[in-house]
């Protein structure tokens, strides 16, 4: 738990080191790629995200509460549908059922507009992107957002380029809510989450894939700071073989459950030395720069997935700060990549 604590004390530290470089910042839209700006902040109860560093013109559906949109905000403009009750389709057959719709707006984000909702599922507030009314989902693409959840409650986590990736493909693009936070704060944070929330989130997204027919057995995740912390250090040690899939921890990283060893029964719920199936079902890119302040922590996780025989890469921006890189376009470049 020291390497934890370690980390969790740099992300209060990043979070002025973050304000102070992203002010500068823009979106990088070319090549389907963004600067994530205020996402990635530590603790401190700051609502702005950080001088736009989301994606450009950036405009929101009516955040629910004082996340600062990188952009401008707009109207709740628009239906994503009429929230139809849930219906279990499971993964062999029938047809798909919807989940309730509790808020529907319209998300526009650099000229582009999805439809969207925002509802409660297994206790976590979760916004997603549905699918045509009677569409079986492919599979799920999911967002662990960055502590203080600016992008999350803005919107602009949710990069164009990865919605019309995923709606090319009959994917499900859906992004929960923290419930965790460090002590003294009530902004949500993936970087205080420990094992609890990863079985939340991962019984959560068995309700989307029952409900929308979409394979159990590969799911589409991307991280940002706080978010790719959680996925490297527990959610893939503890639920990854609930929830198998091609994981990018974005700027963001740690060793894998605090440094200990595989005790099955603890951080980790499954051993993937012997689980060599589920192992394989599961793949992991750390896309971080090489002035990041959790560069060190991302390549100790690096190293451990390697060592445990995982199919686990790196890509590396020299000179880039924290999250000021390419997210979306290595997101995407490597999904497709470790696409069957």
């Known amino acids: 738990m020291h ?3 370690l980390v969790l004390n740099a992300f209060r530290f990043g979070n002025l080191l973050l304000l102070a470089s992203c002010l500068a910042c823009s979106a990088r839209s070319g090549g389907g790629s963004q600067s994530t700006g205020g996402s990635s902040q530590g603790i401190g109860g700051s609502s702005a995200s950080a001088g736009g560093g989301g ?3 950036g405009s929101t559906g009516g955040s629910p509460s004082g996340g600062a949109s990188a952009g401008g905000a707009g109207g709740d403009s628009g239906s994503a549908g009429s929230g139809a009750s849930a219906g279990a389709a499971g ?10 719709c509790d808020r529907a707006y319209t998300y ?4 582009r507009s999805y439809a969207a909702c925002e509802s409660v599922v297994d206790g976590l507030s979760v916004k997603f992107f549905p699918l045509a009314l009677g569409k079986r989902a492919t599979h799920l693409a999911v967002h662990l957002h960055g ?4 992008g999350w409650y803005s919107d602009w986590a949710f990069d164009p380029d990865i919605l019309d990736w995923a709606q090319a493909r009959d994917i499900l693009v859906l992004g929960p809510l923290a419930r965790t936070h460090y002590d003294g704060d009530t902004s949500p944070a993936y970087g205080a ?6 079985e939340a989130i991962a019984t959560m997204l068995e309700t989307f894939i029952d409900t929308y027919g979409a394979s159990p057995e590969l799911t589409y995740y991307w991280g940002i700071s706080g978010g790719s912390w959680m996925m490297s250090s527990t959610f893939i ?3 990854g073989q609930r929830v198998p899939g091609v994981f990018v921890a974005n700027c963001g990283g740690d060793d894998v459950c605090a440094g200990g060893g595989i005790n099955v029964g603890g951080c980790w719920s499954w ?3 012997m689980d060599l199936a589920t192992r394989d079902k599961i793949s992991i890119l750390y896309n971080y720069g090489s002035d990041d302040f959790l560069a060190g922590p991302s390549h100790t996780g690096y190293l451990k997935f390697q060592s445990l025989g995982f199919s686990v890469q790196e890509q590396i921006h020299q000179g880039a700060t924290h999250c000021n890189h390419p997210i979306a376009g290595p997101t995407i470049s490597f999904w497709e990549q470790q696409t069957p």
């Open 147 to 150: 502590d203080t959840a600016n």
């Open 193 to 198: 989450a420990w094992t609890p929330e990863g």
């Open 108 to 111: 526009t984000n650099a000229g």
């Open 271 to 273: 051993d993937p030395r």
């Open 3 to 5: 390497t934890a604590r």
């Open 55 to 57: 994606d450009a013109g």
């Open 237 to 239: 040690a503890h639920v």
């Open 91 to 100: 993964a062999g057959g029938g047809a798909p059922g919807e989940l309730p």
